[in-house]
């Protein structure tokens, strides 16, 4: 037997075999550092507890994205007529100014006082929260879209004081 097949047969399988511990050392490793430094998984809180919570009609009922806060405007906010005000820019008297209204068919628009929204809706007043329109000569008042927001509660614990 030559030298290269006494090493081939004999020390390249314990090479091999080194080679295959170290790396399964290192994936362990790995995972049990992940583990170790990962933060703590908390579970979701429950939407509903008593018994049919899953009904449709008693998820509707509820509020799912938090109650409004109070001083909101909770009047319509469409107009019914395929429009929803998204934006205002009231000017320097009272009533004029521009607003953004958002179609469902279509780029939004911006409509100036007096201007004719669709047929037979026309802007009357624009205000800094609200806008007037007429609808065939009845005054009709759309408010401004707002997205409430909720701040989170902080989660973390503060640093610990490190005392000398």
Excluded: C
């Excluded at 319509?76 to 429009?83: K, N």
Aim: hydrophobic share 45%; no cysteine.
């Amino acid at each position: 037997m030559n030298r290269l097949t006494h090493w081939i047969l004999n020390e390249a399988s314990m090479v091999a075999l080194e080679l295959t511990l170290v790396a399964a050392l290192a994936i362990s490793l790995a995972y049990w550092t992940w583990v170790a430094i990962s933060p703590a998984t908390v579970a979701a809180p429950m939407l509903s507890a008593g018994p049919g919570s899953g009904r449709p009609e008693q998820l509707a009922s509820g509020n799912l994205f938090g109650a409004p806060s109070a001083g909101v405007a909770t009047g319509p906010r469409s107009a019914g007529a395929g429009f929803t005000l998204v934006g205002v820019f009231s000017g320097e008297r009272a009533g004029d100014g521009r607003a953004i209204f958002g179609r469902q068919s279509g780029p939004p628009a911006s409509i100036a006082t007096g201007e004719s929204i669709t047929s037979g809706v026309t802007l009357h007043e624009v205000h800094p929260d609200h806008v007037i329109i007429l609808r065939n000569g009845v005054e009709e008042r759309i408010d401004l879209e707002r997205r409430l927001a909720r701040p989170l509660a902080p989660t973390a614990k503060p640093p610990a004081q490190v005392q000398k």
